[in-house]
């Protein structure tokens, strides 16, 4: 099976929250579809509550196509890592429009007081919400400065990795609830 992308950079070595552009894909046409690593918590250090993480990605993908006004966002998508998003987008915005429009989307979480499409019909998990808890998530990123991550300097070796998992869990940070 091939090492996808997204396993081939250092996640001891990632900062969060951080941006990180992923890949650029050239379509058929020609046009550019730009991939970023949205990452919202430290891999292996802190955890999006899973209640908080959906409602975020109501939230956050909403908001963010709002917020990057110039381009068209394909897709936004949580990882189930729980640490972040991955987001398509057509085109390549600078990372400080990201960042910029990331944060005017944390304050918008911060201002609303509705969950949109929570409900049974739009929802394959309508009860599985918290906007207490995305409330968190957006005050927390609010709060950091957000970086951006160096390809180069995430850079893995796969001979280097041992497939044994040493993270002691009840040190791992649950951010949102």
Avoid at 92 to 108: F, G, H, L, T
Wanted: hydrophobic share 40%; proline share 5%; glycine share 4%.
């Amino acid at each position: 099976m091939p090492m996808l992308d997204s396993f081939l950079v250092d996640h001891v070595k990632m900062p969060s929250p951080a941006l990180r552009v992923a890949k650029h894909v050239k379509t058929p046409k020609g046009d550019i579809i730009t991939v970023y690593d949205v990452r919202f918590a430290k891999p292996n250090k802190e955890i999006i509550d899973e209640k908080a993480m959906h409602t975020l990605e109501h939230l956050f993908a909403g908001f963010m196509r709002d917020n990057l006004k110039n381009y068209e966002i394909i897709d936004i998508s949580p990882m189930g890592c729980r640490t972040g998003f991955y987001m398509s987008v057509i085109g390549e915005p600078k990372d400080e429009e990201v960042i910029s429009a990331w944060r005017e989307s944390m304050q918008n979480i911060l201002d609303t007081d509705t969950i949109p499409e929570a409900n049974i019909y739009q929802c394959g998990s309508c009860y599985m919400h918290s906007l207490k808890g995305a409330k968190k998530v957006a005050s927390y990123i609010l709060s950091k400065n957000i970086e951006i991550m160096d390809n180069e300097k995430l850079a893995l070796n796969p001979k280097n990795i041992s497939n044994k998992c040493e993270v002691d869990i009840s040190k791992v940070k649950i951010l949102g609830i």
